[in-house]
């Protein structure tokens, strides 16, 4: 039965506690969707790079690919560089993915954006720290 790629894409950074956001993100999503293999890598300053790991993708038993960005809002990495990577137009979020096995859908999501659930979280964030520092 084939399975949905899933890139889960962070920005990198030369603090490692950002690596360890997207790795264990990536692994809470592999927890909650077992129709997708998840794979977490980076734009830059952490690894594995965005062309190392979605190349693994092309050995896996998968109908579509696709590469998720964990940043907040648009700019140039997710207009341009990402897009230029994955082989789509600039602010591109359609292509095709080559695989052992042929070509397969390739979707880029968008970022985060003004999503409702970031209210929440912030809202949640700014009540843990009113009691934890007041």
Do not use: W
């Not at 039965?1 to 264990?24: A, C, D, R, W």
């Not at 292509?95 to 929440?120: H, R, W, Y």
């Amino acid at each position: 039965m084939s399975k949905t790629g899933f890139l889960l894409v962070g920005h990198g950074s030369t603090k490692p506690y950002n690596k360890q956001l997207i790795e264990n993100t990536a692994k809470l999503i592999a927890q909650k969707e077992k129709d997708y293999i998840v794979k977490c890598a980076f734009m830059e300053n952490s690894t594995p790079s965005i062309p190392e790991i979605i190349d693994t993708f092309r050995n896996e038993d998968i109908d579509k690919m696709l590469v998720v960005p964990l940043f907040l809002a648009r700019g140039v990495h997710i207009d341009v560089d990402i897009p230029e990577i994955l082989g789509i137009p600039e602010c591109g979020h359609k292509g095709t993915f080559k695989t052992a096995k042929g070509e397969v859908p390739l979707v880029f999501a968008s970022p985060i954006g003004d999503n409702p659930m970031l209210a929440d979280l912030m809202i949640s964030s700014a009540k843990n720290a009113l009691k934890e520092y007041l």
